[in-house]
């Protein structure tokens, strides 16, 4: 887990509050915590967006920052992943980390790196 | 592997029946006293096979999005006009479209913890909670789309356009789908169908209706704010 949903998990302590009935998770007070992160979240991500003159250079990097935050703590959390077996977050991880790596090949052979086009396909396609 | 030894069967030779093949006696081992289980992960196969398939569905994705990427500043073919989806983008808009996808995850996540407690009714009442704010995100995808057709933006205007209505569609019909299989859930939770000790059907549900919303994160970062 990376630290920014460690912090999360500090702030939640789920085996504390996780009911005795229900083997994983968390309470339903500590969903409606994780939720209203998420939404303190977004809403930083829409005032990045709109206040992009005052981030500068940095808007990008937060932009993708704060998603991959979201990312980890609606696996973590409401998925469960952080309390379940390890055998489906392999699973899950491997898909996506084969998707990413895949993909950003495909960017690579293309020049999306370089080109501000984004490709550099047959110029019959006018890139 | 248990240690519960079975009825004293031997591995003595044993006399063949007219006609049949002769029979090969191997020597009694210490291990024939012991029943023999397949080995076993003891983890469900259900939710294993939902994890598989949202972890391949990422690749359908990436495919989606990395596909956007590369072609989203692309130029009509015809050379007529410069529309893209990004220019026509409603911010605010897509924000609280996303806020109510986002708090959708809540909703799903309680009916979760609802039916592990075996409270069926609330658990009722939030799965169709996070239905209607599944329909709510459609009904303003359905909107946004129609906006930008009216702006000139059709599926065939420009290969960007394509790429963009492809995405964003692929995932409405995902959330789609998704609110097809909560509203059937909640019926057959109505009809007593599936009760607390199925609490885990439920579960897997939820966890495609996460990745839907997992999706939407990407996406609108990448796609809509990200410049």
Same mark, same amino acid.
């Given at each position: 887990?990376?630290?920014?949903?460690?912090?999360?998990?500090?702030?939640?302590?789920?085996?504390?509050?996780?009911?005795?009935?229900?083997?994983?998770?968390?309470?339903?007070?500590?969903?409606?915590?994780?939720? %209203?992160?998420? &939404? +303190?979240?977004? #809403?930083?991500?829409?005032?990045?967006? $709109?206040?992009? !003159?005052?981030? /500068?250079?940095?808007?990008?990097?937060?932009?993708?920052?704060?998603?991959?935050?979201?990312?980890?703590?609606?696996?973590?959390?409401?998925?469960?992943?952080?309390?379940?077996?390890?055998?489906?977050?392999?699973?899950?991880?491997?898909?996506?980390? %084969?998707?990413? &790596? +895949?993909?950003? #090949?495909?960017?690579?052979?293309?020049? $999306?790196?370089? !080109?501000?086009? /984004?490709?550099?396909?047959?110029?019959?396609?006018?890139? | 592997?248990?240690?519960?030894?079975?009825?004293?069967?031997?591995?003595?030779?044993?006399?063949?029946?007219?006609?049949?093949?002769?029979?090969?006696?191997?020597?009694?081992?210490?291990?024939?006293?012991?029943?023999?289980?397949?080995?076993?992960?003891?983890?469900?196969?259900?939710?294993?096979?939902?994890?598989?398939?949202?972890?391949?569905?990422?690749?359908?994705?990436?495919?989606?999005?990395?596909?956007?990427?590369?072609?989203?500043?692309?130029?009509?073919?015809?050379?007529?006009?410069?529309?893209?989806?990004?220019?026509?983008?409603?911010?605010?808009?897509?924000?609280?479209?996303?806020?109510?996808?986002?708090?959708?995850?809540?909703?799903?996540?309680?009916?979760?913890?609802?039916?592990?407690?075996?409270?069926?009714?609330?658990?009722?009442?939030?799965?169709?909670?996070?239905?209607?704010?599944?329909?709510?995100?459609?009904?303003?995808?359905?909107?946004?789309?129609?906006?930008?057709?009216?702006?000139?933006?059709?599926?065939?205007?420009?290969?960007?356009?394509?790429?963009?209505?492809?995405?964003?569609?692929?995932?409405?019909?995902?959330?789609?789908?998704?609110?097809?299989?909560?509203?059937?859930?909640?019926?057959?939770?109505?009809?007593?169908?599936?009760?607390?000790?199925?609490?885990?059907?439920?579960?897997?549900?939820?966890?495609?209706?996460?990745?839907?919303?997992?999706?939407?994160?990407?996406?609108?970062?990448?796609?809509?704010?990200?410049?």
């Amino acid at each position: 887990m990376s630290t920014a949903t460690e912090a999360a998990s500090e702030e939640i302590h789920p085996s504390d509050e996780a009911h005795d009935d229900h083997d994983h998770g968390l309470s339903d007070f500590g969903y409606i915590k994780v939720a %209203l992160l998420l &939404a +303190v979240l977004t #809403a930083a991500e829409v005032l990045i967006y $709109f206040f992009d !003159d005052r981030v /500068g250079p940095l808007e990008v990097p937060l932009l993708l920052i704060l998603m991959v935050v979201k990312f980890e703590i609606v696996v973590a959390y409401f998925m469960h992943l952080r309390f379940d077996n390890k055998l489906f977050t392999w699973m899950f991880v491997g898909g996506l980390v %084969l998707a990413i &790596a +895949v993909y950003a #090949a495909m960017g690579t052979s293309m020049l $999306f790196w370089t !080109d501000p086009a /984004g490709c550099d396909l047959s110029p019959n396609l006018d890139c | 592997m248990t240690d519960t030894p079975t009825t004293g069967s031997t591995a003595a030779a044993v006399e063949p029946a007219e006609g049949d093949e002769p029979q090969i006696a191997y020597p009694r081992t210490e291990w024939d006293d012991y029943e023999i289980i397949p080995p076993t992960t003891s983890l469900s196969n259900e939710k294993l096979t939902m994890w598989t398939f949202l972890g391949s569905d990422c690749l359908l994705f990436g495919a989606l999005i990395s596909t956007y990427l590369l072609l989203r500043n692309r130029q009509p073919l015809s050379g007529e006009g410069s529309l893209k989806a990004a220019d026509l983008f409603d911010i605010p808009f897509t924000s609280v479209s996303s806020f109510v996808l986002l708090m959708s995850s809540l909703t799903m996540v309680l009916a979760v913890s609802a039916i592990a407690r075996g409270e069926m009714e609330r658990c009722k009442l939030w799965l169709l909670t996070t239905a209607a704010q599944g329909a709510v995100f459609i009904a303003g995808q359905v909107y946004e789309f129609t906006s930008f057709y009216r702006e000139g933006l059709g599926f065939t205007v420009s290969i960007s356009s394509s790429a963009f209505y492809t995405l964003t569609g692929f995932h409405g019909v995902h959330v789609s789908l998704g609110i097809i299989m909560l509203v059937t859930l909640w019926a057959m939770i109505n009809r007593g169908i599936i009760g607390p000790e199925r609490a885990e059907t439920v579960e897997i549900i939820g966890l495609y209706w996460h990745f839907v919303d997992i999706v939407w994160i990407v996406i609108f970062a990448v796609v809509y704010l990200i410049p």
